[in-house]
């Protein structure tokens, strides 16, 4: 594994690789890395010859300055845990990746307006631009995502259309703790007793799609009333929408692929998760 902090010495190293006929998997990440980000390095390693692993905390993703602060970062911590899995990790400073301001102006129609778009203005700009430079340095074969990050991945796979890019965009699934709850980088500042309550966020959804109704109405009702019982949990948006538009669906029986989408804040926290109805 070998660590590169430019973008100078990351396109020499993948020059003499892609010279070589490899195929080149990226995944990227924020770091304070945890099993779902291993989860999505194995998938990547066991569809492509070099895995790229990019650990950056993009300041131009968060909307909320206290968030960016407190984001946990710890590159030799990361290092340890994939050892092993990775071929190399890009781990660029902010001046490397942004050494002007940067200026790009992306156009996702409503798709970056509604939900995270709408709670976190600029939020996904920012991904956009981060991931547009990430495949324009890197110019992967496959680059992988989590399917926890819903709507993020809708935003990327419209990125690729709208530029072109002939990368494969993979979605990975939700890599769960053993209650239930998704894991997240932002977790680790939460304490036991915080991230149990968030679970059972996971675990109300889940039991309210079990239930069978096929109003999502009605199913929204529900879980709405049930997550209002959890102190200290405010809920920003749960909605069960349509999987390829994200437009809100009326009755389960009638649509093709749903899921519900859930953002809440615990402490000064905020998490979201993804649960697949249909
Ligand atoms: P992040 O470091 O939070 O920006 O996440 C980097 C990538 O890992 C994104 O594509 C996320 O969707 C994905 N990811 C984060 N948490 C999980 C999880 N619990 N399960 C699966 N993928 C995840």
């Given at each position: 594994?070998?660590?590169?902090?430019?973008?100078?010495?990351l396109?020499?190293?993948?020059?003499r690789i892609?010279?070589?006929?490899?195929?080149?998997?990226?995944?990227?990440?924020?770091?304070?890395?945890?099993?779902?980000?291993?989860?999505?390095?194995?998938?990547?390693?066991?569809?492509?010859?070099?895995?790229?692993?990019?650990?950056?905390?993009?300041?131009?993703?968060?909307?909320?300055?206290?968030?960016l602060?407190k984001?946990?970062r710890?590159?030799?911590?990361?290092?340890?845990?994939?050892?092993?899995?990775?071929?190399i990790?890009?781990?660029?400073?902010?001046?490397?990746?942004?050494?002007?301001?940067?200026?790009?102006?992306?156009?996702?129609?409503?798709?970056?307006?509604?939900?995270?778009?709408?709670?976190?203005?600029?939020?996904?700009?920012?991904?956009?631009?981060?991931?547009?430079?990430?495949?324009?340095?890197?110019?992967?074969?496959?680059?992988y995502?989590?399917?926890?990050?819903?709507?993020?991945?809708?935003?990327?796979?419209?990125?690729?259309?709208?530029?072109?890019?002939?990368?494969?965009?993979?979605?990975?699934?939700?890599?769960?703790?053993?209650?239930?709850?998704?894991?997240?980088?932002?977790?680790?500042?939460?304490?036991?007793?915080?991230r149990?309550?968030?679970?059972?966020?996971?675990?109300?959804?889940?039991?309210?799609?079990?239930?069978?109704?096929?109003?999502?109405k009605?199913?929204?009702?529900?879980?709405?009333?049930?997550?209002?019982?959890?102190?200290?949990?405010?809920?920003?948006?749960?909605?069960?929408?349509?999987?390829?538009?994200?437009?809100?669906?009326?009755?389960?029986?009638?649509?093709?692929?749903?899921?519900?989408?859930?953002?809440?804040?615990?402490?000064?926290?905020?998490?979201?998760?993804?649960?697949?109805?249909?």
């Amino acid at each position: 594994m070998i660590l590169i902090e430019t973008v100078e010495k990351l396109k020499e190293v993948l020059f003499r690789i892609k010279s070589n006929g490899k195929t080149i998997g990226l995944v990227p990440t924020m770091g304070a890395l945890h099993d779902g980000h291993i989860s999505l390095i194995k998938k990547a390693k066991s569809e492509n010859q070099v895995v790229v692993l990019s650990i950056f905390v993009n300041p131009l993703q968060f909307n909320n300055p206290n968030d960016l602060e407190k984001y946990p970062r710890d590159l030799e911590k990361d290092l340890l845990l994939i050892e092993g899995f990775t071929d190399i990790v890009f781990a660029p400073s902010e001046s490397e990746i942004y050494p002007t301001t940067p200026e790009e102006k992306y156009d996702f129609g409503e798709l970056d307006k509604i939900l995270e778009g709408a709670s976190r203005p600029g939020h996904f700009n920012g991904v956009a631009t981060i991931v547009k430079r990430l495949f324009d340095y890197i110019q992967p074969d496959r680059a992988y995502f989590g399917e926890k990050d819903f709507q993020q991945l809708a935003i990327i796979r419209e990125l690729v259309k709208q530029t072109k890019d002939d990368i494969t965009i993979v979605a990975c699934p939700v890599v769960r703790e053993s209650n239930g709850l998704a894991m997240s980088s932002r977790c680790q500042q939460l304490s036991f007793a915080k991230r149990n309550i968030a679970s059972k966020v996971h675990t109300i959804i889940n039991k309210a799609k079990e239930l069978g109704v096929p109003h999502a109405k009605k199913i929204s009702e529900h879980v709405l009333a049930e997550i209002k019982k959890l102190e200290p949990i405010t809920l920003d948006y749960f909605v069960i929408v349509d999987e390829a538009t994200l437009q809100p669906v009326d009755s389960l029986d009638d649509a093709k692929n749903v899921v519900a989408l859930v953002a809440y804040i615990i402490g000064d926290v905020r998490l979201i998760d993804m649960i697949r109805f249909k």
